[in-house]
């Protein structure tokens, strides 16, 4: 009864949500951010049809979504660092080749840890153990308190950001970073300290906080608020120059040493 409840709660916010951003023209302005919303929305369905099917085929079709919610999530973060560096283009440039690259290892690692843990458990169901279930639940949940660390860092290195250059958040940017802020820290505590046969409880509780992230979402998604300019923009654009400069030397020096190596 109380899922359904959290399901219903939840599907009703994603639309009110949705329809709102449409009506007041923030769904152009966020894409990723909206995308994102959509396709949780969207997965309610054939979790439902799976559900209804058997709990077998349920089982599959969650860890299935949850690790596509993962991936989708990442689009999240790159959404609140285009909005918050859409004044500063040449520190957007490097920060979203350096999300990209991180993700990528994360998703990357999470992989291989998955692998070598189905090698172990293979080994142990050859002796007549049924664990298979179990790896694929294992091997979702490592993937995910991986990537949601990775996100949940890269939330923290934008805050720190905006507090060193005094780079105010708009009211839109806000929500979005709260709201996500809060339903990544909640997760990364379940994946990291809930054990495994506390997962039922667990699982009500991350429910039951996207409805307070939906909230969140909804009350600074009303209308449209954009971000103000800082006074420190060109400081944050002088660094980067500094930053970029001294990169491109040391790829030079780099070079150099390579190529002096290899004619000898």
């Known amino acids: 009864m109380l899922s359904?409840?959290?399901?219903?709660?939840?599907?009703?916010?994603?639309?009110?949500?949705?329809?709102?951003?449409?009506?007041?023209?923030?769904?152009?302005?966020?894409?990723?951010f909206y995308g994102y919303i959509s396709f949780v929305a969207a997965l309610d369905v054939p979790r439902f049809l799976a559900h209804a099917w058997s709990n077998q085929v349920y089982w599959y079709t969650y860890w299935f979504s949850e690790?596509?919610?993962?991936?989708?999530?990442?689009?999240?973060?790159?959404?609140?660092?285009?909005?918050?560096?859409?004044?500063?283009?040449?520190?957007?440039?490097?920060?979203?080749?350096?999300?990209?690259?991180?993700?990528?290892?994360?998703?990357?690692?999470?992989?291989?840890?998955?692998?070598?843990?189905?090698?172990?458990?293979?080994?142990?169901a050859a002796n007549g153990l049924k664990l298979h279930q179990a790896w694929d639940e294992a091997a979702a949940l490592a993937l995910e308190r991986l990537v949601r660390t990775v996100q949940g860092i890269a939330l923290i290195a934008l805050v720190v950001l905006f507090l060193a250059y005094s780079i105010p958040f708009g009211k839109n940017l806000r929500g979005i970073l709260l709201g996500y802020s809060l339903f990544i820290a909640e997760r990364i505590i379940c994946l990291t300290f809930v054990p495994p046969q506390g997962h039922d409880f667990w699982f009500y509780a991350y429910s039951?906080?996207?409805?307070?992230v939906l909230s969140l979402w909804l009350a600074h998604l009303w209308s449209y608020h954009p971000v103000p300019e800082a006074q420190t923009r060109l400081a944050l654009e002088r660094d980067y120059q500094v930053l970029a400069a001294a990169t491109q030397r040391r790829f030079r020096e780099t070079a150099g040493f390579v190529r002096k190596a290899v004619r000898s």
């Open 67 to 124: 690790i596509l919610g993962v991936m989708a999530g990442c689009a999240v973060v790159f959404e609140i660092y285009r909005i918050a560096l859409d004044s500063y283009p040449g520190a957007a440039r490097i920060t979203r080749n350096v999300l990209m690259f991180v993700f990528a290892m994360a998703f990357a690692k999470g992989l291989v840890n998955a692998w070598n843990l189905h090698q172990v458990w293979d080994e142990a």
């Open 208 to 212: 039951a906080s996207y409805l307070v």
């Open 4 to 32: 359904h409840v959290i399901w219903s709660g939840s599907a009703a916010l994603e639309f009110l949500l949705l329809i709102r951003g449409w009506q007041c023209g923030l769904l152009r302005r966020y894409p990723l």
